[in-house]
């Protein structure tokens, strides 16, 4: 594709001149992937984020990836990619292939804010992302896309996932028609034990077809109890009860919401698996 | 049956494969020319409605704009798109632009400029008027009585009844078959339904024209029939055949799709009035929407058996969505009988009804399998549920009632290319190694014997099995050139068409395995109408056997040829010559280079060009046939269906190339588990197609697909080139019944509507109480 | 605007308009083994090398090769010599209508590059993004596999 109507190219150095440069014909371009197909008619400037130093990867107390890491960047980063079971790099390994996670960025995917595997993990692994918008602020994932923010003039810089102990086990699970597909839903989950108990948990199902839903109804069945199968079961009902489905052309919404049962109780279970290999 | 080969079957490079694999210029869109108009078409928007009236002024006042065409200012003629022999036997219903669309994607009108930018520009300042029409967007209610009339107009020609809204309608039948069925000791009856699915090449539809120097016109294009391509053109744009040449370079794949002139008449026009070089690329929208599709068919078939499994009676009614036009309509229908009923000759009753149905949405057009596809699927499946009710191995099943060596079958006589046929008897048919080698490789007997799945994946097996034809008997005609090179070589000059598929490597090795000559010294060209002689094309697997046989007619002419003057070199009788290994050897071992042979014939003494044509047009159509057997996996939980292994057995003939023909085996498999799995066009309740990108058309990639496994079965056809039948089409066929009955065996739903995609397997299992 | 890259080693200096694609750019500087076959990112036909890593030529703005060096299929001939992916695809019968045969072989470069020892079932998912029509991947993947063990033998590995 192409931008058709574009007249003018930028390349900012730094984040507040890059900031100041948004406008309502104008539109940021991380990796561009979006952008080249999608960019709305009457765009007539393109602002590439590229020069800002914003490709990076902390280990801090978790992890700090930079806006404009691409998808490989993360998966190859040893020490992110293997983070609770490997749940990111399990995640990342299904979204499009390596010819687009070459150039797709964690901040551009976050900033589209739809048709993602990620951010249900993120917001499992209670990711943060840090915003400028004037100035720079950081707040959980969850709360970026509850307040709109994606849509609104920022400039997305950094997306953390916080540490997590032995206690904590992850999973991720796409169910969809073929390998390279948008998934029909998709899901994670992370749950962090105390003794053989669950203190807490993250249950989230995406592509409902919305973003990503959290279930605290399904959480508040887990918590307390034992990871056996008759909770999970029970957790993978609740969450597939208290999330609204939506019908598009890959699935309706009463498919969606058996899927989602099945995929909750899948990750709950290879969670539990998990914890299990852990105790060996 | 020759001991050894030379150079046929054996896997020889293709000849256009380096070019290919370093990446050369050698498509149609690779060329540059100077001074170039772009094309982009404007399209309907509407299912079903008529031009009001149309203003191009403001397109054509964007600068750079040369042209705009429109129904206002190009030929009313009617004529079809198909690309098939002439008088092609499908009806003339279409017109280069029409003052009625048909359906939501249909031309509407044709801008060139100097830049695809103002062209994209102009073709959205097009400014047309349309008077709504109802359309008619199914089958069912194509037929309600007082549906709206698509074909209303009073000049088209060969529609069979165009207020019922049918182009056409096939009939035939055999014996008595409610006789037949009366003296059945089981029946069973099946309706199946095929979907709208699109061969999806990688390339899509491109055509360039020019004017030569001479001003001849020149269309460079991406077509399976450069020889009906030249003929329509000409006829449609009333210009002579011998002011038109077509040339097809490379294509990057077409399937059926591009047996079509859907490109040429635009491009040729456009380059006629302006005199300028065009270049019109489709986008991939453009490719599903507004080329050709697969007929979409609803089909019952209603079998009656003895109880020792012989088919008594079969019943085949199949219904044909063929689309807003009629191209290839009456043929693909014909097909569905005609290359499905002979396989089970010796049921004494047979009844075939088929009628075509005009719709608002996309047209159907040639597609690999050609309607076989569609008639398999209620046929194979039936057959399964005959060998249930009767507790006979479904092998078996099929041992006691296919079609033999020696034998024949009254369907061949009864339906031919959009007519009468022609009578045949089988002289090669190897399904029954077929058989054996497929299920000893598949491990049918194993797998059978398994205990059930308990858990929420069960897996199952199934089995069906195929034929198709070579080639249309008396109605295909090929021809080939031959003509030799002083240091020994030869040039290969064919009208048969390449689509990717090799044909140029296969039949190079045809020529060369006679005239006794590595491959490398065949030079083969192809499909220039200028330089190459008649082929009507690549379509009805014809390429190998009939093109192939026109390359062996003219390399033994050669042959003789050159012969004759070694005999004079030597000085011993022609007779006496056999050539190999780049020389002609007498008998008693003497022997000249086929070089000095050239020279000689070239330079030296009674000088003649070494070289001759010939063609051939078959008297018979033999069959390759074949033995598919499928494995699934069913995720009882989500209704995800997985192709765990599929093994196909295949006889066609000898296989010129064995690497090339199992690749073409592969591919079509892999194409037909799509079309059986997951592919599938949808459309809105206005006729729009709502999935006509390859994201959400959904093809099986490499990590779904099983590694497809292809037994090439040994078998000999003697009135084949080196004992070849084909292999083009017949993969396709098996995918969607073998994984239907692998299903079945699965989880005990038959499934009768493609494709299986989850969401429709869950609801099954759902109302099954499985899940 | 101006931009300045490398294509297989070789220096261009180019006029560019700011929304077009690198793979529009590529091929009208005429390399056009670079193919649009849907001009989405859906199909893999139009795959380069950028700065050595497989990428949608369709999908990258023309601007961001500014700087870059981009690899297409006529540079993986070194010294006229075919490459190990090129010769085993000829040689194994992976060449059908070979439209997707250069953005393919460009990928399976890049990802034996990262991992030499690439299984079957990796090989798989990662070539999901390069559509082919015409072959059912068998012979693809068997000749890619191939060319992977010799690459490994040639190394030493």
């Known amino acids: ?280 | ?771 | 605007m101006n931009i300045d890259f490398t294509v297989n080693g070789r220096a261009w200096g180019v006029e560019i308009a700011p929304g077009e694609s690198l793979m529009e750019l590529l091929r009208r500087l005429g390399y056009k083994s670079v193919k649009n076959g849907c001009n989405n990112g859906d199909c893999g036909s139009c795959t380069v090398l950028l700065n050595g890593r497989a990428v949608n030529s369709c999908l990258v703005l023309a601007a961001k090769a500014d700087g870059a060096a981009i690899g297409t299929i006529e540079g993986l001939t070194a010294g006229g010599e075919l490459h190990p992916l090129q010769r085993t695809a000829l040689d194994l019968g992976a060449v059908q209508c070979g439209f997707c045969t250069p953005g393919m072989l460009l990928l399976a470069a890049d990802l034996l590059a990262a991992n030499p020892r690439l299984d079957e079932a990796e090989l798989r998912r990662e070539l999901s993004g390069n559509y082919c029509r015409c072959t059912g991947y068998v012979k693809q993947v068997e000749a890619i596999l191939a060319a992977a063990a010799e690459m490994r033998e040639a190394a030493g590995a």
């Open chain 1, 1 to 280: 594709m192409s931008v058709a109507g574009a007249s003018t190219y930028l390349r900012p150095q730094t984040l507040a001149e890059a900031f100041g440069a948004l406008g309502p014909d104008v539109i940021p371009v991380a990796g561009g992937t979006d952008v080249i197909l999608h960019a709305p008619v009457g765009i007539h400037t393109l602002l590439d984020l590229s020069a800002l130093p914003l490709d990076y990867i902390r280990e801090r107390n978790g992890f700090a990836v930079g806006a404009m890491t691409t998808l490989t960047g993360m998966l190859e980063h040893p020490g992110l990619a293997a983070h609770l079971d490997g749940v990111l790099a399990e995640t990342l390994a299904h979204v499009g292939t390596s010819l687009l996670r070459n150039l797709a960025t964690i901040g551009g995917h976050l900033a589209r804010g739809r048709l993602s595997d990620i951010v249900p993990t993120l917001l499992a692994l209670d990711a943060t992302v840090t915003v400028f918008d004037g100035k720079p602020r950081t707040l959980p994932l969850a709360k970026y896309y509850a307040d709109g923010l994606n849509r609104k003039r920022h400039l997305l810089t950094e997306v953390s996932v916080p540490e997590a102990g032995p206690d904590t086990a992850a999973g991720f699970l796409k169910l969809s028609r073929t390998f390279f597909d948008m998934a029909l839903v998709n899901c994670a989950c992370s749950v962090r034990l105390k003794g053989d108990r669950v203190a807490a948990s993250r249950i989230v199902v995406g592509e409902t077809p919305a973003l990503g839903a959290s279930a605290p109804s399904a959480e508040e069945v887990l918590t307390g109890g034992t990871l056996d199968a008759d909770t999970i079961a029970a957790a993978a009902s609740a969450a597939a009860e208290s999330i609204e489905f939506g019908t598009d052309s890959r699935a309706s919404a009463e498919y969606r919401k058996v899927l989602a049962a099945v995929a909750v109780r899948r990750v709950l279970n290879a969670i539990r698996n998990r914890f299990e290999e852990r105790r060996r």
């Open chain 2, 1 to 771: 049956m020759p001991d050894r080969f030379n150079v046929v079957a054996g896997n020889e490079r293709k000849v256009d494969g380096l070019a290919l694999v370093t990446g050369k210029p050698v498509f149609v869109a690779d060329l540059d020319f100077a001074d170039t108009l772009h094309i982009v078409l404007v399209t309907s928007p509407h299912a079903h409605a008529r031009i009001r009236s149309i203003d191009v002024s403001k397109a054509l006042e964007v600068p750079g704009v040369a042209l705009v065409l429109t129904h206002q200012n190009t030929p009313a003629i009617r004529y079809t798109t198909a690309g098939q022999g002439w008088p092609e036997p499908s009806p003339y219903d279409a017109r280069m632009f029409d003052t009625k669309v048909r359906f939501v994607g249909d031309r509407v009108a044709a801008v060139a400029a100097d830049t695809k930018q103002a062209a994209l520009e102009a073709a959205a300042l097009v400014d047309v008027e349309y008077e709504l029409l109802e359309p008619v967007l199914s089958i069912d209610q194509a037929l309600v009585p007082g549906a709206p009339v698509i074909h209303d107009e009073d000049d088209a020609v060969d529609v069979w009844d165009a207020a019922a809204n049918m182009p056409a309608a096939v009939e035939f039948a055999v014996g008595d078959i409610e006789q037949g069925f009366a003296e059945s000791d089981v029946l069973v009856e099946t309706t199946c339904e095929t979907q709208y699915a699109q061969h999806a090449p990688l390339e899509p539809h491109v055509c360039r024209s020019y004017l030569d120097n001479d001003g001849r016109l020149v269309l460079f294009t991406s077509t399976q029939v450069p020889f009906h391509a030249r003929r329509i053109v000409a006829r449609v744009l009333d210009v002579p055949i011998h002011r038109i040449r077509v040339i097809k370079p490379r294509i990057g794949g077409a399937f059926g799709v591009k047996q079509e002139v859907l490109l040429e008449d635009v491009c040729a026009l456009i380059t006629l009035r302006s005199g300028r070089p065009t270049l019109w690329e489709f986008t991939r929208e453009e490719e599903f929407v507004a080329s050709r599709t697969r007929h979409p068919f609803r089909v019952r078939v209603k079998l009656g058996a003895k109880s020792d499994g012989r088919l008594h009676a079969i019943e085949m009614e199949a219904w044909e969505n063929t689309g807003a036009y009629g191209t290839h309509s009456l043929t693909v229908l014909s097909n569905a009988g005609a290359k499905t009923l002979p396989l089970y000759n010796k049921a004494p009753h047979l009844s075939f009804a088929g009628r075509a149905v005009y719709t608002n949405l996309p047209v159907g057009g040639a597609y690999r399998g050609y309607g076989a596809t569609q008639g398999y699927f209620p046929l194979e499946t039936a057959l399964d549920e005959i060998a249930r009710r009767l507790d006979l191995d479904p092998i078996e099943l099929r041992r006691i009632n296919h079609i033999r060596s020696g034998e024949t079958s009254p369907v061949f006589k009864e339906i031919g290319e959009g007519g009468e046929g022609v009578d045949m008897t089988i002289r090669s048919c190897a399904l029954s190694e077929c058989l054996d080698a497929g299920m000893e490789a598949f491990g049918w007997a194993e797998k059978r014997a398994r205990p059930a799945d308990d858990g929420p994946v069960r897996r199952g097996i199934g089995m069906s099995v195929h034929m198709q034809g070579s080639g249309i008997p008396r109605i295909d005609m090929a021809a080939s050139t031959i003509k030799m090179n002083d240091d020994g070589s030869f040039n290969l000059l064919v009208g048969a068409t390449d689509l990717g598929t090799g044909s140029d490597t296969v039949l190079g090795q045809i020529a060369a395995e006679v005239l006794g000559v590595p491959l490398r010294k065949i030079i083969v060209y192809s499909s220039d109408t200028d330089f190459t002689p008649f082929d009507t094309g690549a379509y009805a697997s014809s390429t190998t056997y009939v093109s192939g046989t026109a390359v062996k007619r003219a390399a033994e002419k050669t042959r003789d040829q050159i012969a004759a003057v070694a005999a004079a070199l030597l000085e011993v009788d022609p007779g006496d010559i056999t050539l190999g290994d780049e020389n002609a050897t007498a008998s008693d071992g003497r022997a000249v280079t086929l070089e000095k042979v050239c020279r000689r014939a070239y330079y030296g003494a009674d000088q003649f060009q070494i070289g001759a044509t010939a063609s051939f047009v078959p008297e018979e159509s033999p069959p390759p046939f074949l033995a598919c057997f499928a494995e699934v996996a069913v995720d009882v939980e989500t209704g995800m269906v997985q192709v765990l292994d599929f093994v196909a057995a295949v006889d066609c003939g000898t296989a010129i190339n064995p690497r090339l023909a199992e690749g073409q085996m592969e591919g079509a498999i892999a194409n037909g588990i799509g079309y059986a799995l997951t592919e599938e066009m949808v459309f809105d309740g206005k006729g729009r197609t709502r999935n006509a990108d390859l994201a959400r058309y959904k093809i099986p990639g490499p990590a779904d697909l099983p590694p497809i496994r292809v037994l090439l079965v040994d078998s000999y056809e003697p009135t084949g080139p080196m004992g070849a039948k084909s292999v083009a089409e017949i993969g396709i066929n098996g995918p969607i019944p073998a994984i239907a009955n692998a299903i079945y065996d699965a989880i005990g739903i038959r499934f009768t509507e493609t494709p299986f995609g989850p969401e429709k397997v869950w609801r099954a299992l759902r109302g099954a109480g499985i899940t």
